[in-house]
């Protein structure tokens, strides 16, 4: 059997569509396994255990500007023209819109596995001819994701997450911990951005600052400050209340270096973001930050999370939150860990 996954965008999606793979290797241990995935989140694809073939849709450098598109487009022709000749079994379109609709049409594939009409986008059930109704419209992605498994015949699987090998990237931060004279499972790490997409999602700068003093000074641990494309400001700014506890994270240029650091913290606080994500799917327990968005579908997976919301009938304002409040919270996590 010959299977292609298509999950696109959000890095967080990407990192909560891994056990469902992972599910579907451990069920059809001789199956191939195509992933579709883009630019951004292609290092939790590529050389993954679990996956044969990362195929990259490279929006970045097909789209990003007028100029690009005009050879974009033809690249962009090409993969799915190589996606049609691999001649797949089937398709499970995880993402339900009509940006993965096009390779899910273009497959040619006979079964075409997606979300019922409800729980996708654009309408884009018209598109697959497999429909699979999640038990809850207010479900953690990662269990929605799950159950599009049920195409193949896989149900009740529990979630297990997987990475690609991680050990050059574990190499880099060991050195970076040394040098820093920081203890593994002694830090904590903050990452205080989110995406250009999500700025509703962003605790302010103000109440990191005072969150990481608290923490220095009150629990005898070290921060470090972990920063995307476009927040080496932020998290400089973050670190510049107490530079020699409050460490910038080197330039974590594959996000398995990000996960490499987040697996050898003692906890992770953030917005609900993909490095919440890989924080979760690494074990380590979240201090999760939400605004406007509903935890029970955004949320961490696993258990040992705190989830601070002042959600309330469908909105709220992540500023709501104190200092005081994360604070409480990061310090039981610690109390248990430690």
């Not at 992933?35 to 990003?64: C, G, M, Q, T």
């Amino acid at each position: 059997m010959k299977i292609l996954a298509i999950r696109l965008s959000a890095i967080g999606d990407v990192v909560n569509t891994l056990p469902a793979i992972h599910a579907i290797r451990k069920n059809y241990p001789n199956c191939w396994i195509s992933f579709l995935v883009e630019d951004k989140a292609k290092d939790l694809v590529k050389n993954h255990p679990d996956i044969d073939e990362a195929i990259i849709y490279d929006r970045k450098k097909w789209f990003s500007s007028p100029i690009k598109c005009i050879n974009g487009i033809s690249e962009y022709l090409d993969m799915l023209r190589t996606i049609r000749l691999k001649k797949f079994d089937i398709v499970l379109d995880f993402q339900g819109n009509i940006k993965s609709s096009i390779p899910l049409v273009l497959s040619c594939a006979h079964k075409r596995a997606g979300f019922a009409r409800g729980f996708n986008y654009e309408y884009t059930d018209i598109f697959t001819n497999i429909h699979i109704t999640p038990k809850d419209l207010r479900q953690l992605r990662v269990d929605k994701f799950m159950s599009l498994l049920s195409s193949i015949g896989i149900i009740n699987s529990l979630p297990e997450y997987a990475f690609p090998d991680c050990s050059k990237n574990d190499e880099i931060t060991e050195t970076f911990l040394k040098d820093n004279a920081i203890t593994v499972k002694r830090y904590l790490v903050l990452h205080p951005g989110t995406s250009k997409f999500g700025e509703e999602k962003k605790w302010s700068l103000e109440n990191y600052k005072i969150l990481a003093l608290k923490v220095v000074s009150d629990l005898n641990i070290k921060i470090i400050v972990t920063w995307g494309p476009d927040e080496y400001k932020l998290a400089k700014q973050v670190c510049s209340v107490n530079p020699a506890n409050v460490i910038m994270s080197f330039n974590t240029k594959s996000l398995l270096d990000l996960v490499s650091i987040l697996k050898k913290s003692i906890a992770f606080v953030g917005a609900d973001t993909g490095p919440m994500h890989l924080a979760s799917a690494s074990g380590i327990s979240c201090v999760a930050l939400f605004g406007p968005k509903d935890p029970a579908i955004y949320g961490p997976h696993g258990k040992g999370h705190r989830i601070i919301s002042k959600n309330k009938n469908g909105s709220g304002d992540v500023n709501q939150i104190t200092a005081d409040d994360v604070f409480i919270n990061i310090k039981e996590i610690i109390n248990k860990t430690i």
